[in-house]
């Protein structure tokens, strides 16, 4: 069953806590994204990932840290230094960043709320 | 800076009307746009994809147009379903392959 998988789904942490949500993928695909959904917002760009080892900031980096050691994993932290960092966390997946032809597959989501 | 913008925010609709999403972009140099639903608390369904080349795509009640010049794209929904009640967006990417969403077009069809 080919798809991408997050997890955990809820994820609660406290004040001056590290969290890691992971972001899984069996579509084979080389990029991978990370989006921030807040309401009334939309959607923005965290981290990407166009090939393995490789990653690059996107519109709202800071705070938060990616690696991509496998092609099927890209998992994000979230640090103590994210202010604000209740939401709603997208993974996404595509064959390749090539903007020729890049449709983008959606993981379920991880909603992380701070106490 | 690429911008996307759908209109309207919300829309309600009775059971088995057509309607149409709208999405423009201000930057007509676009490789392709793409459809995607939303459900409540849930990720994203990739719809349509349409690339910049076509004018149309279709998908059993789902037809998407691509107006490049304009900057203009529509989602045609024919004969609504209950089950269609979602929030509808839109995105294109920029040269790195990151997509630029619209704000959304929450849509509400009534039994």
């Known amino acids: 069953d080919g798809g991408i998988t997050q997890s955990p789904k809820y994820l609660f942490r406290k004040e001056g806590q590290n969290v890691t949500l992971s972001c899984e993928q069996n579509?084979?695909?080389?990029?991978m994204y990370w989006y921030r959904q807040d309401p009334g917002q939309g959607l923005r760009l965290i981290y990407y990932?166009?090939?393995?080892?490789?990653?690059q900031k996107g519109d709202i980096a800071e705070g938060y840290s990616v690696s991509r050691e496998k092609k099927e994993s890209f998992p994000l932290t979230v640090t103590s230094a994210q202010k604000n960092p209740t939401a709603f966390y997208l993974c996404?997946?595509?064959?390749?960043?090539?903007?020729?032809?890049?449709?983008?597959?959606f993981g379920p989501g991880t909603r992380l709320t701070v106490l | 800076k690429q911008e996307v913008t759908q209109i309207p925010a919300a829309l309600s609709v009775p059971e088995g009307e057509n309607l149409v999403l709208n999405c423009s972009f201000t930057d007509s140099a676009i490789y392709n746009l793409q459809w995607f639903r939303q459900d409540p608390g849930k990720g994203l369904t990739s719809l349509l994809l349409i690339q910049s080349s076509q004018r149309e795509q279709t998908s059993g009640r789902l037809n998407a147009s691509l107006d490049k010049s304009s900057g203009r794209s529509t989602l045609y929904i024919a004969a609504s379903q209950p089950g269609d009640s979602a929030t509808y967006l839109c995105a294109v990417p920029d040269n790195t392959g990151k997509l630029i969403f619209g704000q959304g077009t929450t849509l509400q069809v009534k039994p």
């Open positions: 996404a997946s595509s064959m390749s960043s090539g903007v020729s032809y890049n449709e983008q597959f």
């Open positions: 579509l084979n695909h080389d990029a």
């Open positions: 990932s166009q090939i393995v080892n490789d990653f």
